[in-house]
């Protein structure tokens, strides 16, 4: 089986998410005949369906399962996951929330359930006491957890309706376990399982010290997200010492890394060195961000300000995960990353990001935004476009080579 193949269907759909970016960013300039909300339901779905979910369930099949025995039954699953993808595609951008999106994002859950089990099932013995494993099991556990989220929003609108806080906090809730759970933790299993290939041993203290920070860390500071409600002070101190907590993991992970920086470096090519510290820059930042948002002042801003909230989605999206994935995929041998690619694609990441944040900061402060922003803003996002279209194309020419 082909799995780079599978990229390609990955990669296809993250491109298809880049261009409804486009389109949602042209809105402002253009008469677009479309609705914004549905392109907005489309734009996610895909982009964290289609793209994340499939990369990293890819690479996690690739490393832990893949032999000749359980080709067809993978096969069954990645066919049943891309009818829930194509339905929720032509869905909805054209109808948002509606019977048939909903029916195709239920399927999407119960593909994902499938996954879960046949990785469980089939996991070979001598994976299950190894670090990495550990991680990889935990992460796709909590994209178990964050299918509360979608599985309530049905009750919630059928009975308190959309403008309840529970609405709310159900996205929330799903979003929060999907990016800190899920997406996050599935990378530092991966960095984990590389270190573990190379003879590179993390000490069993120190792998448990970050292990519990890191799963506590993930569990407390979903507070985080609750905080707009304006909540008891118990829930920012609580939010807060998950944000520490997950501070703190990743400082462990780090010291240990720089006592093996030597080993370290010679296991990726120089390009991905690049890559690898600017997600760790990158994870800093949103480490920061976050535990910012404990503070009553920082948390009411981020949740009257959604200039904020998009753009910090958008660096744990764009910056952390995505670039994680093209990290692994590269090194595995399922993608080819050029630099050229990358380097037009951490442009349009950087300007975008700094674009939206700024639109942020004049509406907290209070000044104007200048003519021209939202040409700008679709511009740059036209360059993550442009980026993700070329490594599609240098792939697709790998193939036929």
Not at 221 to 245: E, I, N, R
């Amino acid at each position: 089986m082909n799995l780079k193949r599978h990229i390609i269907v990955a990669l296809g759909y993250f491109i298809i998410a880049a261009f409804f970016g486009v389109v949602l960013r042209s809105f402002h300039s253009f008469e677009i005949p479309i609705n914004y909300k549905f392109v907005v339901h489309g734009h996610s779905h895909i982009a964290l369906m289609g793209w994340v979910y499939m990369g990293l369930t890819t690479l996690i099949y690739k490393l832990f399962l893949a032999n000749k025995a359980l080709e067809v039954k993978y096969r069954r699953i990645f066919w049943f996951t891309q009818l829930t993808l194509v339905g929720m595609l032509v869905t909805f951008p054209f109808q948002g929330y509606a019977l048939f999106s909903i029916v195709f994002s239920t399927l999407f859950l119960l593909a994902s359930y499938w996954f879960v089990w046949f990785f469980l099932k089939h996991i070979p013995t001598e994976y299950i006491h190894t670090n990495s494993y550990q991680c990889i099991k935990l992460a796709l556990w909590y994209m178990v957890l964050s299918s509360i989220g979608p599985w309530c929003l049905g009750i919630i609108m059928n009975t308190l309706g959309a403008g309840s806080i529970w609405y709310r906090l159900s996205i929330y809730f799903y979003l929060h376990f999907q990016y800190n759970g899920w997406m996050v933790l599935a990378l530092l299993g991966l960095f984990i399982y590389v270190i573990e290939g190379k003879g590179i041993k993390v000490p069993r203290k120190t792998f448990r010290l970050f292990f519990w920070m890191i799963n506590l860390g993930i569990l407390a500071s979903f507070f985080l997200s609750t905080l707009w409600t304006k909540p008891s002070m118990f829930l920012y101190v609580l939010g807060g010492m998950g944000a520490v907590l997950q501070i703190g993991a990743l400082a462990v992970l780090f010291v240990f890394s720089m006592k093996v920086m030597g080993a370290l470096t010679k296991i990726f090519n120089p390009l991905q060195n690049k890559v690898l510290i600017t997600i760790g820059v990158l994870l800093a930042l949103k480490m920061f961000l976050q535990w910012v948002s404990a503070f009553p002042y920082f948390a009411r801003l981020a949740a009257s300000i959604t200039d904020f909230t998009i753009g910090y989605l958008h660096l744990t999206f764009l910056g952390v995960v995505s670039m994680g994935l093209f990290l692994f995929l590269d090194y595995f041998g399922l993608l080819k990353l050029s630099v050229g690619a990358f380097v037009l694609f951490f442009i349009g990441f950087v300007l975008t990001e700094g674009l939206i944040f700024y639109k942020g900061i004049a509406s907290w402060l209070g000044f104007g935004i200048f003519k021209g922003y939202y040409g700008s803003l679709a511009l740059a996002s036209l360059l993550v476009f442009v980026s993700l279209v070329t490594l599609l194309v240098r792939k697709g020419q790998g193939e036929l080579e």
